[in-house]
């Protein structure tokens, strides 16, 4: 049977209006765009087949994190990190204001205006340069200040030859009247293609009605939830478990993956599930202070939950929540302090102190000074 893109299996609209955005930015226009859905829509994935296509583009990423939803200005620094060198040619308001966002600088908490427009100007000034792609993942966990900063951003692009894609579940009241696309599922005939695609062995008919009616067009859904039958219950040799909810019954399915992996490679896992930024020399570098070698990244890998590239990049944004979430409170303490011990107090202090605090199993006062 031909292999079926799910990315893109009845998104030709969608995909045209992300190619639009491309265009636009190509020809030195700006635009921002917020992609926004259910979980395991398709909005990584329709995002993802567009970052393939931006030949020509730098591309900066942000994931939202649940777990960094109050840690100010966390989710712009992973945006702007790559461009950071740019600070010092911005006016030294504005500057000052970013250094001391970043925790790179001293001083009072900084003007929020100014953090907002430092980020304005050191994009425009990476864009003159080549034309910018801004990926912004989960933006519903983005932090608020970040979130704001960004908005700030997007409202005020004009010809700086930048695109903003923000993915959302449901985006914030920041995001309010930016341009839209919200993905529904797809097409019955779609919908039954990509099912299609998934299942080996025999496959009843009533079996395969139920899982279309209650997926409703759901792609992520439509791959996973086979994957959490049984044979027999895949024949309609037996009732099918209750459905409960699309993305608990993904989640679920991911974990049975999981589960079957080898101890270490469930541990690299947690790892860069309790890592947001996807670094994976900081990644392999807590790993050697777990005691986990190289070797343990390859299951995952053929199990298709993460790639270990020039980042750390999970499948689906609930790959790491499911695996964060069902971890045992001193297994997240274990690997936070890895990734702590990793990372470099000079370069990237709060992370550091974010890491330690997570690993602190009750009151700690160095962490609290930390912090």
Request: aromatic share 4%; glycine share 10%; net charge negative.
């Amino acid at each position: 049977m031909p292999t079926v893109d799910s990315a893109l299996l009845g998104r030709r609209t969608e995909s045209e209006a992300l190619a639009g955005l491309l265009a636009a930015v190509r020809g030195g226009e700006s635009r921002c765009l917020v992609v926004r859905g259910e979980p395991g829509i398709g909005k990584t994935a329709l995002v993802e087949a567009a970052v393939a296509g931006a030949e020509g583009f730098r591309v900066l990423r942000a994931v939202g994190v649940e777990a960094e939803a109050e840690l100010p200005y966390a989710g712009l620094h992973q945006l702007c990190r790559p461009v950071l060198d740019g600070v010092d040619s911005l006016p030294a308001p504005q500057r000052d204001a970013l250094r001391v966002a970043f925790g790179a600088g001293e001083g009072p908490a900084p003007d929020r205006f100014l953090v907002a427009l430092a980020v304005l100007s050191l994009l425009s000034g990476a864009a003159e340069r080549e034309p910018l792609l801004c990926v912004v993942d989960d933006e519903q966990w983005l932090d608020e200040a970040s979130g704001v900063a960004l908005a700030f951003v997007a409202r005020r692009l004009l010809a700086e030859s930048i695109g903003i894609v923000f993915v959302s579940r449901e985006p914030t009241a920041a995001l309010a009247g930016l341009p839209e696309l919200t993905l529904a599922g797809i097409a019955e005939a779609d919908a039954r293609r990509l099912l299609a695609s998934r299942i080996r062995g025999s496959f009843d008919e009533r079996v395969r009605e139920r899982i279309l009616a209650e997926t409703r067009g759901n792609p992520l859904a439509l791959l996973e939830l086979p994957e959490s039958l049984t044979p027999m219950e895949l024949a309609g040799g037996s009732d099918l478990p209750d459905a409960g909810s699309r993305a608990g019954r993904t989640e679920q399915g991911f974990l049975r993956r999981v589960e079957a992996l080898p101890a270490p490679t469930r541990e690299l896992l947690l790892a860069a599930a309790a890592e947001p930024i996807g670094d994976v020399a900081l990644l392999w570098s807590a790993a050697g202070g777990l005691g986990i070698g190289p070797e343990a990244a390859a299951p995952a890998e053929r199990a298709g939950l993460i790639e270990l590239g020039s980042r750390a990049r999970f499948r689906h944004p609930l790959v790491r929540s499911a695996i964060y979430h069902a971890a045992a409170p001193e297994e997240r303490r274990r690997v936070h302090a890895a990734l702590a011990e990793a990372t470099d107090p000079e370069v990237d202090p709060d992370r550091r102190a974010w890491h330690r605090a997570h690993a602190a199993a009750g009151l700690d006062e160095s962490v609290a000074a930390e912090l």
